[in-house]
């Protein structure tokens, strides 16, 4: 999803690989692309850098977000995705 989503603002899908181990990735200075999975605490987002990066994005997507209410995130859309069977998938938007 996160590579249509980057085609969709002018990002080639080639360049998305998942942040899973770096924590985040940015791709041609317009999208940030972060995965919260293994990060604990709001703390360790501070000690990465993660709260400064958000402030200098437009688009920025979340994989796995935890206290995302501590983000101070203006406006977002939140996407929850259920697998249905082995090649169904559900969106749920909220």
Known sequence: MIKGFAEGIGIAS????SPTY???NIYDD???H???YRLDSLEEMIEK?????ISEF???VIEWPKREDQLDLQDFLSIKIEKISA???????F
């Open 14 to 17: 080639e360049k998305v690989q």
């Open 22 to 24: 770096a924590y985040l």
């Open 30 to 32: 317009k999208l940030l």
């Open 34 to 36: 972060i995965d919260m």
């Open 49 to 53: 850098g993660i709260l400064n990066q």
């Open 58 to 60: 437009e688009w920025i």
């Open 87 to 93: 090649d169904t998938r559900e969106l749920i938007i």
